[in-house]
């Protein structure tokens, strides 16, 4: 079956931005998990790359414009998002400017340290896990 099959699943984006050992997160203003923080991200629209996606979604989200240095991975387990199986990808980003200020689905939006991070939404307590397995001597964490 091709098209918009509700059983294909859906594709997503988020962003990692971490500047001097604070990470950019924002708090979910919806459900699921309405409270608590997560990665900058969000569904990609028909006709859009994932590139333009994860830029779009981290300033509509926070504010802030960001440019992608490289991508980090893809997390597709089916159980990952309690919506429905989402694949998200997940790009490491560099900040280029802007103002934090929440915006669309994100009721704030916070520079978290690295160190010190609150009970993520979803899968991604995994990814920041995984960008600071590859990225310790980049953090200096």
């Known amino acids: 079956m091709t098209g918009n099959d509700e059983r294909n699943p859906s ?24 409270g608590r923080y997560a990665l900058p991200g969000g569904f990609v629209d028909y006709g859009e790359t994932v590139e333009d996606a994860v830029r779009r979604e981290i300033e509509e989200e926070t504010g802030l414009k960001a440019e992608i240095v490289r991508l980090m991975g893809v997390y597709s387990d089916p159980r990952r998002d309690p919506r429905g199986h989402t694949v998200s990808v997940v790009f490491i980003m560099d900040l280029k400017g802007g103002f934090l200020n929440a915006g669309d689905d994100a009721a704030d939006a916070v520079w978290f340290p690295l160190e010190n991070l609150p009970p993520l939404a979803f899968d991604h307590e995994d990814i920041v896990s995984d960008y600071l397995m590859g990225h310790r001597d980049d953090t200096g964490q």
């Not at 988020?14 to 998990?33: C, K, N």
């Open 11 to 34: 594709l997503t984006v988020d962003g990692i931005v971490v500047v001097d050992g604070r990470i950019l997160l924002i708090e979910r203003g919806r459900a699921p998990y309405a």
